[in-house]
């Protein structure tokens, strides 16, 4: 039986390998492993669609300590090839800032640097090196429930106004596998679908309905019990209507640490010529 998960390369390991799917291994301060996928058909035994999904596992998120530039750096190394060179991007943070599991979207985008106004607002002052950063817009637009508003109307709404080059989503996520809860992120360029983390999809979020790259990027902070039995007793659970979703005790550490690693990595990727000490000073 296959459990629900968001992460490529959980789905790539419950499947014979299609042979439009490639793998590449690489990194040094995090695992990574980048699968591409050429097509939808091939991707389609692993329910993903055709593009980029580069995983990074670690440690556990929420335990390391505040000195993680060279991991935010590897972060952003990975990030920025997906991005277009030029033009303003805009950041969202997806989900429930009242639920800790799915806050991880908002707490980021508080960390991202918002530079869109600062060409206007220092426009007579002598602040070259804040000017000449990339203009980026940061959202975090609440949840269905609390707006009667679907995230991807809203995103595109603005979207339509400012006419961002990208979009980079950031949102909680579901894993299939203890050992990934935690301590992995996902970033991926078929964009996301809000609400992955709590077993709430909503509409998606991708190139397709914005007409501009999307890039998806999530920690998986949920976990099915179902998936958690099967751990522990080796055997396939009853079948159930109804899944509970799990999180770590630690939640409330693990998404203000994996917030503020994703708000570094982000904003290097978008400022390459800031360095971790301009990005941790700001």
């Known amino acids: ?3 629900r998960t968001d992460l490529a390369l959980e789905s790539l390991a419950a499947v014979r390998k299609p042979s439009g799917v490639t793998e590449h291994k690489r990194g040094e301060h995090f695992r990574i492993t980048e699968i591409h996928i050429a ?5 389609r035994p692993l329910g993903k669609g055709k593009g980029r ?51 991880l979207g908002p707490r980021t985008t508080a960390k991202v640097l918002a530079t869109r106004h600062l060409k206007q607002e220092l426009a007579d002052e002598d602040e070259a090196f804040l000017k000449d950063l990339r203009p980026v817009c940061v959202l975090a637009g609440g949840v269905l429930g609390q707006t009667g508003i679907e995230t991807a109307e809203l995103l595109q709404a603005v979207a339509e106004r400012i006419k961002p080059s990208a979009v980079i989503a950031v949102d909680a996520l579901a894993c299939s596998s203890l050992e990934r809860l935690g301590t992995t992120i996902q970033i991926s360029d078929t964009g996301i ?86 990005v941790a000073a700001l």
């Open 193 to 278: 679908s809000p609400g992955s983390g709590v077993a709430n999809h909503r509409a998606a979020l991708n190139a397709e309905t914005f007409g501009i790259p999307v890039i998806g990027i999530g920690v998986p902070t949920v976990i099915g019990m179902r998936t958690i039995a099967e751990d522990l007793t080796g055997k396939l659970p009853l079948p159930t209507k109804q899944d509970m979703m799990v999180t770590p005790r630690d939640v409330d550490r693990l998404i203000l640490q994996a917030a503020q690693l994703l708000a570094c990595g982000i904003n290097l990727a978008l400022h390459p010529q800031m360095d971790y000490a301009d």
């Open 39 to 43: 097509d939808d058909e091939s991707g």
């Open 53 to 103: 999904y580069i995983t990074l596992e670690g440690q556990a998120l929420s335990r390391f300590s505040d000195d993680h530039g060279p991991m935010a750096q590897e972060l952003a190394a990975e990030l920025r090839p997906l991005l277009p060179d030029e033009g303003c991007v805009l950041v969202a943070g997806l989900g429930n800032m009242d639920i800790t599991p799915d806050a």
């Open 1 to 3: 039986m296959q459990y």
